[in-house]
Structure formats: C-alpha cells, structure tokens
C-alpha cells in the first residue's frame, strides 16, 4: 500500500484481490464500452489555464452541499454491493467517508442496511434510490432512511432497463440477496437466465417511471431530492420545473446506454440552464485532483466518485477507500495552488480550456 502513488494504481490491486466474475462487475461497462473509455479520456482533452503570482500559502477546499459542510468537493458515489469488494461492506466504506469529513451516497443495492450503514459512524449520507414496480417498497426504504437520519434522497433515473451489460451476462453473474429487501419480495434469480442483475432489474424495478412521479415521491418524504442521470439540457431543465433541489450529471458510470455522452462533455451544457437555481454535481470519469478541478471549473459543485472507491475497498477495506479519498484530495490541493486558486470560490471557467475553445482559437 506504501508504493501506491495514485489512484489508478488501487484498479490493479482490486482485479488480483477480487474473483473476475466481481471485478467484471464493478469495472464493466456497457457493449463494447466507448462511453466507459471516453468518461477518462474526455478530461484528457481539456487543458488548464493556471494563473500565477497568486498568494495560495493557504489553500481552503472545504464547501457545502446541501448546506452541509465537506472538508473537500469529493463526495461517494452510490455503487451496489459493496460486501463483494470487502467483509465489511458500505459500513466500511461510510466509516472511510465519515473520517475524511465527507458525504457517501448510500446505494439503493448496499450489502448492508440501511441501519447498519447509519449506526456504523457519525456522518452526513444520502439514500440514492430506484423506483420499484411495487411503490410500497420504495416508499419503506425512504422512510427507513429519514428514521436513520440520511439527509438526502438520490433518485436515479435512467435505469428503466438494465443496460447490456456483457461480462455479467458471460459470467452469470449473482449478486448477493439485497438485505434491504428481506421480506419484502423474492429476490431470487436462476442462473441460467444470464446476468442475474439484468433478471432481478428487469422483474423489480418500474420502467413507467416519469417526470410525473417526482411528485408522488415528493408526497412521500420531507427530504431534499436530487436527480441522477441527467446528460441533456432538456432534462437539466425539466428537472428544474419539477422542483428538486439537485441535479447529478452522470450516464451511470457508462454502464447504461454506450455512445452516450461522457458526463465532462455535457456538464457545462447542463450548469447553464440551471443557472445556479439547484447545485449540480458530477458523476464520472473522475481519477485525478485534476478531473476534480476541471468539473469545477465547468460548473460542478461537487465530485462523486464510484469506481475508485471500490476498488480501494478492495484492496485494504476501510484505509483503502481513506487511501483513494486522501489521493484525490491532495492533488486537488496541488491543482489549486498550482492553478493560483486559494480557496473553491476561486476556480472559474477561464481556468480550463476545452478541446472545442482551443480549435476554434486556432481558426
């Protein structure tokens, strides 16, 4: 672990520790995966533009989301079955979170319950949700969580279908019983219908879900609600006119739908049509204090991180996902000194450049 010098480098440390059918899991993408490939690459093609003679002997990354306070703009995607990674699951990964002072999107398919992740530390989190066919289950998970003190609800929207997800579907792959669920519905799925995620998505969750039902679950609970999964300005603004009080810019991770955009590539598309009336985070590609940096100059509020943190996870348990947050947040430091921008509020749009802006300068 001492010879780590990157985040990258925990991605090789999961495959050797995990079986292939997990690691497949967590590092897949959707066909062919463009879109995965393209979440990284994407940043590569935007450049910085630091300023310099700027006194940043102190560098102030602290912010709010929400209103809460974060030591750094980097926050923890909700990802699934984290026992798969590590024994402990999400109680390990929110113990990490608690202890670098962030907040953890808790995901909808935890291994563990929402109880357990709630009473394993002190800490913001928020519930990140799917819709099911049947409503009541829903409407009990989010109710369980205003109970254990979340803070937030996550609602993801562009999962009507599972995405074609091939090394799942060529594994077989069987994820643990969600435990969330225990008793609520049968959760059982046979292998020889392939990817055992694909069958228990395609039987669980409900695929009418639409712009309407942000009201039914706003009926349900008094928490702040954020929408995730948005990649077009028309969403961006829908969005808005529905009245939540978030949006997350991702494509899942590109575990959805391949050839859609990656998330950096439309991001500033999106901030423009909220015009600051809802916080937008971000959601993807993200593996240096530089792809942070850069989110921020297009007008992230914040990072979440998925991948990494599982494959951290993975790799040590609790001081692996500690490991990957403190990386990040120390070349987010560098950035901002580097970029001669002392506190968060600094980091504008003429910060960056993209691949677009430096074609047409050359025009």
């Known amino acids: 672990m001492d010879q780590i010098v990157n985040v990258n480098e925990f991605q090789e440390l999961a495959k050797k520790a995990l079986p292939k059918m997990y690691y497949d899991f967590y590092s897949g993408g959707a066909e062919d995966q463009h879109t995965l490939k393209e ?54 990964t929110a113990k990490a979170a608690a202890a670098c002072n962030t ?29 099911y066919k049947r409503r009541d289950v829903t409407a009990q998970m989010v109710k369980r969580a205003e109970k254990a003190g979340f803070k937030a609800i996550v609602l993801t929207v562009d999962v009507p279908r599972l995405g074609r997800r091939e090394a799942d579907i060529k594994n077989k792959m069987i994820s643990p019983k969600p435990r969330n669920f225990e008793g609520l519905f049968s959760t059982k ?27 039914w679950l706003r009926s ?33 991770g590109a575990r959805q739908l391949n050839y859609s955009p990656a998330t950096i590539t439309v991001l500033e598309e999106i901030v423009h049509v909220v015009g600051g009336r809802i916080p937008v985070l971000f959601n993807g590609g993200v593996r240096r204090g530089t792809d942070v940096f850069k989110a921020l100059a297009l007008g992230a509020q914040a990072v979440l991180v998925g991948r990494p943190i599982v494959y951290g996870l993975a790799a040590n348990g609790e001081n692996g996902v500690r490991k990957v947050i ?14 001669g921008c002392p506190t968060i509020n ?14 047409h300068s050359m025009l």
């Open 103 to 131: 907040i953890m999107i808790v995901s909808y398919m935890a291994s563990c319950t929402i109880e357990e992740v709630a009473s394993s530390c002190n800490a913001v989190r928020f519930l990140q949700i799917y819709v």
């Open 326 to 339: 403190e990386m990040l947040k120390d070349e987010f430091e560098i950035t901002m000194a580097l970029s």
């Open 346 to 359: 600094d980091i504008t749009r003429s910060h960056v450049k993209t691949k677009d802006e430096r074609l």
């Open 220 to 252: 349900i609970t008094k928490l702040p609600i954020l929408v995730k999964g948005i990649l077009t300005r028309e969403d961006a603004l829908k969005a808005v006119e529905a009245g939540v009080e978030g949006i997350v810019v991702s494509n899942h």
């Open 39 to 92: 979440n990284e690459e994407a940043f590569r093609r935007i450049v910085s533009r630091p300023r310099v003679l700027v006194d940043v002997s102190k560098i102030d990354m602290s912010t709010k989301i929400l209103g809460y306070p974060i030591s750094t703009p980097i926050m923890i995607a909700p990802t699934g079955n984290h026992q798969l990674a590590h024994p402990e699951g999400e109680t390990a």
């Open 189 to 215: 799925v046979r292998p020889s219908e392939g990817s055992g995620v694909e069958a228990f998505v395609s039987r669980a969750f409900d695929a009418s879900l639409n712009w309407k039902d942000i009201e």
